[in-house]
């Protein structure tokens, strides 16, 4: 230091804090796992981040707590940009966050729509000809049982000859039946598909009186006359 006596001033120089974020996928496969960004920047290093796949979901974004998958709440959304406005950026996607932190990935799942194939019978009421189910859960959505005159609906099963049992006639889904649900009776086919009605024939009983019908009944059924 040299200075002679004149006053002066010296001038702070800032370098603006790198945090790392980490991106924890939650059972997701690929995409960037971490990035780094300056305070005050929505520049990212890598500059592209790229986001998970995982079978049966699609992917919402991240967010900072690990189930929080309001949109308010997703700080990297699904095409892997940051947001504006959020609990770790500012109103123009600049970063406030002031360490490093963990953003959790955001799955919402998928909904298959399933047929439902008559097996050669007519509807007789106002029941559903197709509804969702969501990839392992057990939600069923949209489901109303038809009915056909004559006949008892016995369930939905995987072929139109009858083969295996996917789900009851009251919508509920049959649990371990391979490529369909696992041990809990969740949704695990990762597609649409068509499941085929099974009928049994209703059996009536038909009164004679000196030779004359009493009660009747409709429908293909056998009869036993007493």
């Known amino acids: 230091w040299i200075n002679t006596g ?51 979901y699609t992917f919402l974004g991240w967010s900072m707590n690990e189930d929080d998958p309001q949109a308010q709440a997703i700080i990297v959304d699904s095409n892997g940009t940051i947001n504006k406005d959020t609990a770790y950026t500012d109103a123009n996607g600049n970063w406030t966050g002031t360490s490093n932190a963990t953003l959790y990935a955001q799955w919402e799942a998928k909904g298959y729509p399933i047929t439902q194939n008559m097996n050669g019978k007519t509807m007789s009421n106002e029941g559903s000809t197709s509804f969702y189910v969501y990839y392992e859960t057990s939600t069923v959505d949209g489901y109303i049982a038809p009915t056909a005159t004559g006949y008892t609906l016995e369930g939905w099963y995987n072929n139109a000859a ?4 996917v789900m009851s006639s009251d919508g509920t889904l049959i649990a371990n039946v391979s490529g369909y649900t696992d041990a809990s ?38 009869f036993t006359a007493t």
């Open 162 to 165: 009858g083969t295996t049992k």
């Open 185 to 222: 009776g969740n949704w695990i086919k990762a597609s649409a598909t068509t499941l085929y009605a099974k009928w049994t024939a209703k059996t009536y009983t038909v009164t004679l009186d000196k030779g004359n019908i009493v009660s009747t009944a409709t429908g293909d059924a056998s």
């Open 6 to 56: 004149d006053n002066t001033t010296l001038y702070a120089h800032w370098t603006a804090t790198v945090y790392t974020i980490t991106l924890n996928n939650k059972g997701g496969t690929g995409g960037t796992e971490s990035f780094t960004i300056a305070y005050n920047s929505n520049t990212t290093d890598p500059a592209t981040i790229t986001v998970p796949t995982k079978k049966g």
